[in-house]
């Protein structure tokens, strides 16, 4: 398996203030994923559902509660995981564009010592070949070698956005995580990043994880999707099923809620309130908002389970038939 990522629990620990007790916050609860190599899988969910939390966790940003990710069959990610340098050089694989191009980027820094300090890091480059590298991965994203003398607040935030894509793939990385990279720019400056993506994937022969809200962009680009609801995956499959076959009900009022050229036809906003991130349910998590719960979905919690033999569609729900 290329990225195998099993039973994840991702949780944050903080205070209110110093004397008061601690909180949990379970932002991935039981998580697991498998990803092949040169997939491009679109991972949508409402806002606070742990899709950031599942990129910090994936490239070591953060340290999980329990669980592990394996690459290529070797563990890289689990709470007990020394950096070892072979986790290191296997971890750098693993890379992620981030969703603000304005915060990503030192403010202080100029472009070239942006790009050149990872590469540097990870002795990928030496004094010598630096520039060749820097204007090889700057055409990449088509952009010129006088942006190196720039610095970021000097770029509009599509130029930002593409050192931040720069950067992350002169790290020579197989697995690109891009962290709703499109939603701070307009739409025809979006069509053009999500361009330079697809060129980049041919190109390096990269497999990637594409967070975002927006689902129609998801049924254009990715071909599987991963469906995440208060840190659990409700559903996996390829996109075309998911989109004109869903079978969890979380889903299906997802695409539901999507807004059409149709006056007709309104958006179907989910009613209820999302699950509070700080309980851990012994049901289903969807529970208090679906509208084909029975008793049973109240006593047990469903299991992500594989619905036939024919394609890898898994969904959580006792009673997905009837979705
Ligand atoms: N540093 C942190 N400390 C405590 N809780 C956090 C922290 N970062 C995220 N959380 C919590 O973890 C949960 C998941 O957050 P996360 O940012 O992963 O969601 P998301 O799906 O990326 O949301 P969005 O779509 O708005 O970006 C949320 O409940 C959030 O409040
Ligand atoms: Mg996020």
Redo the contacts with the bound molecule.
Sequence with gaps: MFLKINQLHTY???KKTIFSPSIW????KDFNLEIQRGDFVGVV????????????TLVGL?QPYSGEILYQNQLIISPKVNLLNSVLSLRRKIQMIF?DPYSSLNPRHKIKKILQSGLFLHKLATRKNIMEKLEYYLSLVHLNKHMLDRYPFELSGGQRQRIGIARAISLEPEVLIC??ITSALDVSVQAYIINVLFELKQKLNLTILF?T?DLSLVRHISNKVCV?YG?EVLEIGNTKTIFSNPKHPYTKALLNAVPTLNRNKKPAILEGEPPK?DTIYDHCIFYNRCPIKKEVCKETKPRLEKLNSREEHFSKCFFYSDV
Aim: with cysteine; glycine share 18%; net charge negative.
């Design positions: 944050y620990k903080f916050n379970y932002a991935l969910g409402e806002s606070g559902c742990g899709k950031t939390t599942l990129g910090n953060i969703q962290d709703e967070i809200h995440m840190g991130t």
